[in-house]
């Protein structure tokens, strides 16, 4: 099934437009009037640029009310069909989209509008054009797709068919299945558009909230898979209105829209095998089974600062590279890699964001069939030379251009420790940590969705709802991808202040990256204990932290008194109990933390979030966060 995007769904010039849908590899476009009116080339020359980047134009729209209108208007409509044609022509564009009417003077009548559409098909058959006829959610007398398409049916004209839209209909709550019975060939085009679960106003919601397939919460499978069952043949369209896609970088968006279209074929195909091959099969969604280690690029004193915090931290050193300047630290079943090289993307790294975690090692089921999965969903891979004695191990970009290596337990990549390192003795007590619980990305709150659907389509995670974080300079938006098992947690917090700590953090960083690593303890007062003794001091919490717990909570007051004495956050809710130990952080903003899960605890402590940030600003020097 071939793939289209319309020009409103990204920023840009029509010519940066069409450059971007191109390079994300699309194969057609609808253009979008407003945005070749504001081009200052012609139709034909639109065509050559289309032409000459390997685009067909697939649809040109919107036209606005023109059926049900009483004479002379129901005349001047038929007069701004005829230029559009004219228009149309020139572009090389075959299919026109009709939108239902909005206009109070339109009259409403399914026969008056078939008659309209009728003598409109007649007008676009003579040019040998196509119109299609979208059923808006909010139209004036035709807002479900079942009256657009009785009043496509008595038209009863070949040139003139259904536009369904996932938005209009599903915004209405309108069931999928209904699409099911119209004729595939008498469906023109298919435009799908995914949202967050709003209540709002509809159209509010539409011109400002739509996102790609996968990125918000609408069922926009089951609204694919039944056009599929028609037997529809032609392109699956994204038609997205967005403020946040408006302003971002073309291509980015560009590339998240047909990665959508791809993960939501692969999905179809998935959820009804009997429909035909829509595209060449994918491996499946990957099943991941844990954290097998994260990278740290360092260098020098920055490098031994963070070796004697690992130390603290009941870490011990196990394995040395036997070719590079790279380093093991584990306990439990954490691996934390201090990687001091002076070449490769490690010293790439270390030169552009400082000491930064800029990998990390997922254990899944199968290392190549992942890599073959990314790659076909648009993820960029990455590689560099491999010395003797080293593995060549799969790897993908990821978010601020980090790596996620694959490992297995099924290759050679499963005994990497022992074949490119040298073993050494545990030379440190360990603390009771016993593996990664979650890693926190931090990035430009533009970026969430895009790291969303990357996730989403290559791994087998879902996605939790948009949570506020209080910092006292602004909001961050959090949000996270995890898998069932709890073996992979994400928390993705989206900055749009530089004043908050995340925003701090990117500009210290010069980029997106990992913000804080979170441990999971079995015993956090005893990790706690032990931090303590080996001279790693924990982040003052304030005093009036906890005389609010007291207040909020039913604690005893014991209990109380160890959360206090150890500077422990507290959260519970009906399944279980949630604690927190934070470490202070660098100046760059860089933090570890320390989790215990008590029963079925499923979330992050987001209540505490305001109180720890204000904690972390004030260990970090005063001059190192703007304040205004």
């Not at 209540?607 to 190192?624: C, E, S, T, Y």
């Amino acid at each position: 099934m071939k793939t289209s995007i319309a020009t409103v769904s990204i920023s840009g010039d029509l010519r940066e437009k069409l450059e971007a849908i191109a390079a994300a590899g699309f194969d057609g476009v609808e253009i979008f009037e407003n945005d070749f009116l504001a081009f200052d080339r012609s139709a034909a020359e639109v065509r050559s640029m289309a032409e000459d980047l390997g685009l067909a134009i697939t649809l040109f729209q919107p036209f606005r009310d023109f059926e049900g209108l009483p004479e002379p208007l129901r005349a001047k409509a038929f007069d701004r069909a005829e230029r559009k044609f004219d228009l149309m022509q020139a572009l090389g564009a075959p299919l026109l989209l009709v939108c239902s009417s909005v206009s109070p003077a339109a009259l409403g009548g399914i026969d008056r509008a078939a008659a309209d559409f009728r003598d409109l098909g007649e007008r676009a058959a003579q040019r040998g054009l196509r119109v299609g006829y979208e059923a808006l959610a909010w139209g004036r007398h035709v807002n479900d797709h079942r009256d657009a398409w009785e009043v496509v049916r008595r038209a009863d004209h070949p040139n003139i068919g259904l536009i369904l839209d996932s938005f209009h209909s599903l915004s209405r709550r309108i069931p999928s299945d209904t699409i099911r019975a119209i004729p595939g060939d008498k469906i023109f085009i298919v435009q799908v558009a995914d949202a967050p679960a709003f209540d709002m106003d509809l159209l509010y919601w539409s011109r400002h909230f739509r996102n790609m397939p996968g990125e918000g919460d609408l069922p926009v499978v089951d609204f694919a898979c039944a056009v599929a069952a028609t037997g529809y043949a032609g392109p699956l369209s994204l038609e997205i209105f967005n403020d946040q896609f408006r302003s971002g970088a073309p291509r980015t968006i560009a590339a998240d829209g047909h990665r959508s279209l791809v993960y939501l074929m692969d999905q179809m195909q998935t959820a009804e095998p009997a429909l035909p091959p829509l595209r060449p099969p994918l491996p499946p969604r990957v099943a991941v089974n844990g954290v097998s280690f994260v990278e740290f690029a360092a260098r020098d004193a920055e490098a031994e600062n963070l070796r004697r915090v690992l130390g603290q931290l009941g870490f011990s050193r196990l394995g040395r590279h036997r070719s590079k300047s790279v380093e093991r630290f584990g306990q439990g079943a954490i691996n934390i890699v201090v990687n001091s090289a002076r070449e490769g993307l490690a010293q790439a790294a270390y030169l552009a964001h400082g000491t930064s975690v800029y990998a990390m090692g997922l254990l899944v089921e199968d290392a190549a069939a992942t890599l073959e999965r990314a790659r076909a969903l648009d993820a960029q891979p990455f590689s560099q030379a491999v010395g003797a004695g080293e593995l060549d191990i799969p790897a993908i970009r990821g978010v601020g251009g980090g790596l996620i290596y694959f490992l297995d337990q099924t290759s050679e990549l499963a005994r990497v420790w022992d074949i490119e390192f040298d073993s050494l003795e545990p030379d440190q007590a360990d603390a009771g940590l016993t593996h990664i619980d979650h890693i926190a990305q931090t990035m430009n709150y533009d970026e969430m969705l895009t790291w969303i659907l990357f996730y989403r389509s290559i791994f087998v995670v879902n996605k939790g709802p948009l949570v506020d974080v209080i910092d006292p300079a602004g909001l961050v938006r959090s949000q996270v991808v995890e898998n069932q098992a709890g073996t992979l947690r994400l928390t993705l917090n989206g900055a749009e202040s530089h004043r908050t700590l995340a925003g701090h953090f990117i500009a210290e960083t010069f980029g997106s990256s990992v913000q804080h690593i979170a441990f999971a303890a079995r015993d956090i007062v005893r990790t706690a204990r032990a931090l303590a003794q080996n001279g790693l001091v924990s982040l003052p919490i304030s005093p009036n932290y906890y005389d609010d717990l007291a207040a909020r909570l039913d604690l005893a007051p014991e209990q109380l008194a160890t959360l206090k004495t150890h500077n422990l956050l507290y959260d519970r809710d009906g399944a279980g109990e949630y604690f927190q130990l934070y470490i202070p952080g660098f100046e760059d903003g860089f933090f570890f933390e320390i989790v215990e899960r008590r029963g079925a605890y499923a979330g992050y402590g987001a209540i505490n979030a305001p109180f720890r940030i204000a904690a972390q600003k004030r260990a970090i020097r005063p001059a190192a966060i703007p304040r205004r």
